[in-house]
């Protein structure tokens, strides 16, 4: 199961960006998925994540400005950010639980991608 994630780049502070990740390989069914950003010199954190059914979760900083949604058919996911901030500046990570045709299931994450939030 690999997870591809591209996008991110440099915005202007207020702009807006899509991140999207897709799941690909021998998948059984997807579970939860998630975006986890990691600043420099700071640990890697939650941003949101999105069950199943379509349940979803932010943390503070990000709530009303990024919205978390899933395309189940097309085993992706997405993150819409608007009105960035510096603060904001991080290599995004996506994550998703994955059953694979063989059975198992584990969490899997993309190769990360940059976000820079600057004028």
């Known amino acids: 199961v690999r997870l591809q994630a591209p996008g991110g780049g440099l915005v202007q502070p207020g702009g807006y960006v899509r991140l999207s990740c897709a799941a690909s390989?021998?998948?059984?069914?997807?579970?939860?998925m998630g975006w986890y950003r990691q600043a420099p010199g700071k640990q890697r954190e939650l941003v949101a994540s999105?069950?199943?059914?379509?349940?979803?979760n932010y943390v503070a900083s990000v709530k009303g400005r990024f919205t978390i949604s899933r395309d189940n058919a097309k085993n992706t996911v997405y993150l819409q950010m608007n009105s960035l901030k510096a603060e904001d500046t991080a290599v995004y990570y996506c994550?998703?639980?994955?059953?694979?045709?063989?059975?198992?299931?584990?969490?899997?994450w993309g190769q990360g991608t940059q976000v820079t939030v600057s004028s």
């Open positions: 999105i069950t199943s059914s379509g349940l979803t």
């Open positions: 390989g021998s998948i059984s069914r997807m579970y939860g």
């Open positions: 994550n998703a639980d994955v059953r694979t045709s063989l059975g198992s299931t584990s969490g899997y």
